[in-house]
């Protein structure tokens, strides 16, 4: 795209027209640039089940594997950059997990286990994992996620979450479902929504030299005052004994005192600093637009009404979507001012269950161990693995010793043939026992007879 195309599409960005995106071709140039972006790596990829999971386990995960970097004047030193990425590639929607370090891969696998015991988890065994396949021919469009209100210290106004309204169906199913699309589509269409995450220091919430703490929100939405504006700043010059100062404090309103509350429950908790991408990859430049735009649309639904939070899109083009598919390929963070505590951010990073309803999910059937159904009975005792079926047929008769295993079916009935002390003519006298019942049945002919 040239400066002028460049030019035009910023112009129609800023001013609301048109829909902003860019798709790029994917050249052997872009998709050898993309590659060599990619951390040395391996990723977890997690198959989850429909009987588990879900945000409230997130929380129980995102706090254990919480390792900030140091903290500082300004905030904290760079730490360990995360990314969870949700995958639609090859008609299957998929989960991984790419950890900054080795040590914090194994301290993921090993919480995944905890937390999400019926799902499968398995080791990438390739050390530099691709968020998307990237052919040539094909086409790449992209956008990210930054937070509607984000000055001075608003960034903090926490997005919705189970414990917020509280989501009355898990928000992955609307996301899942757009990124699957049109099934019956010709057109095929590979997507990705990546979030970044990095643990914040433990004190996140008190804010720095230049911004304001939880605390100091928490009281001005308690103590609200009225709305600035150019007119009415005009009247108080012109006026200034009929019109009140501009800023004077009003009555706070119960949505107020509820934000406030809101705002404040935040304060003790752990935090992530985060990005948010959609990236998607089809055969047709103005699909792989479309899913995109659709895929980042139905985040909307993380919209809080109390503070008024949520996510604004921010469409890619040309240069700006080149700088951030690099990012995204090589799982780093660019600085959006987002962070957001343990419990926003367990309902941005979670492994789902069926209540999101997407049947193209790639679902667990076993365990973890990946030998064991999840849902299946689990038993004390195992058959020895000498035991054999008693059918002879089934055996093998010509290995010496054959008829002398022993069977996991005991014998019911036995040839009376293989009974040495048993006569076939009827030598024998029955016992004292047998004359017993034969008298009994004698009665019990008599009786049915009478």
Partial sequence: ?????????????????????????????????????????????????????????????????????????????????????????????????????????????????????????????????????????????????????????????????????????????????????????????????????????????????????????????????????FLHALKYELFPEKFEIVGEEREASNKDKQASNIVREQRGEKGFRMNLRIVGVSDDPDSAVRRVAETAQQFDGYYESKTEQGFEVVPLYDKPLRTELERAYGRTRADRKMIMGVRGAAGLIHIPNDDINTQDVDWSLTSHAGDVPANAPRFSEFHDSGVVPWEKELRSVGLEGADWWTYDIPSTWSDPEEYNDWSVEGDSQPSDGDRELDDRSSERDQEVSA
């Fill in 1 to 229: 795209m040239g400066l002028g195309n460049r030019t035009v599409c910023a112009t129609k960005q800023k001013l609301g027209l048109g829909d902003g995106y860019e798709a790029l071709e994917v050249t052997p140039e872009l998709a050898e640039q993309l590659y060599g972006e990619l951390p040395e790596r391996k990723s977890i990829a997690v198959q989850p089940s429909k009987d588990g999971g879900g945000p409230k386990d997130a929380i129980d995960l995102l706090t254990a594997v919480h390792n900030p970097g140091r903290g500082g004047l300004f905030g904290s030193a760079e730490g360990p950059t995360h990314s969870f990425e949700m995958r639609y590639i090859n008609g299957l929607v998929g989960f991984q997990w790419v950890m900054a370090t080795t040590e914090a891969q194994k301290q993921m696998q090993r919480q995944l286990e905890t937390f999400y015991p019926d799902a499968h988890i398995d080791m990438s065994e390739h050390d530099r994992p691709a968020l998307l396949p990237l052919e040539e021919g094909r086409y790449v469009a992209g956008a990210y996620l930054r937070l509607r209100k984000r000055s001075d210290g608003k960034h903090l106004y926490p997005i919705k979450h189970m414990d917020i309204e509280g989501f009355e169906n898990d928000p992955y199913g609307s996301i899942t479902a757009e990124m699957i699309g049109e099934r019956e589509s010709d057109t095929e269409t590979d997507l990705a929504v990546q979030t970044i995450f990095e643990p914040a220091p433990a004190d996140w919430w008190k804010g720095g030299l230049l911004s304001s703490s939880i605390d100091d929100i928490a009281d001005e939405l308690k103590s609200p005052r009225k709305d600035e504006s």
